[in-house]
């Protein structure tokens, strides 16, 4: 009941059993009018002209658009698992959802539209923290931190 336009970008990864089927997502794609543009190379021009980036992933290493999203300031909504957590605090600067939980990603997506004030507060929030946390050499060390836990 909000007004929203939703881009997806990405491949789909059909090579890994928990993925989307793809005749499933095409259909999706078009029942809720979502404008899918495929794999892109450079995502910046895609994410400055974005609100709010959504990540609604069932285990992730340290994903990369995520750092992304928080260096260029956006809002975040994403799943509660392991890489997404190290760079999302819930309320800091996005909000987490439990995993297939899609009624709170819902609502975790129209709290943020809905609030312009939030989505200040989580802009200004990721950017703080994308400068102090997220240097190349701080998400390497992340990624060999999460490679030792396992």
Same mark, same amino acid.
């Given at each position: 009941k909000i007004n929203i336009e939703a881009v997806v970008a990405g491949k789909i990864d059909t090579k890994n059993p928990s993925s989307i %089927?793809?005749? =499933?997502? #095409?259909? +999706?794609i078009k029942e809720y009018k979502i404008k899918y543009l495929g794999y892109k190379k450079n995502i910046l021009k895609i994410l400055n002209s974005c609100d709010l980036v959504i990540l609604p992933s069932y285990h992730e290493g340290t994903p990369k658009i995520l750092l992304e999203a928080a260096a260029c300031g956006k809002s =975040? $909504?994403?799943? /509660? $698992?392991?890489?997404? +957590?190290n760079i999302v605090k819930n309320q800091y600067n996005g909000l987490l959802v439990p995993p297939r939980n899609t009624n709170k990603l819902s609502q975790a997506i129209i709290k943020i539209c809905k /609030? %312009? /004030?939030l989505r200040k507060k989580f802009m200004d929030n990721n950017l703080k923290l994308a400068k102090k946390s997220f240097s190349l050499d701080k998400v390497i060390n992340i990624h060999f931190k =999460? #490679?030792?836990t396992y």
């Open positions: %089927k793809t005749d =499933i997502f #095409y259909q +999706k =975040i $909504v994403c799943t /509660s $698992v392991a890489g997404c +957590k /609030s %312009k /004030s =999460i #490679y030792e």
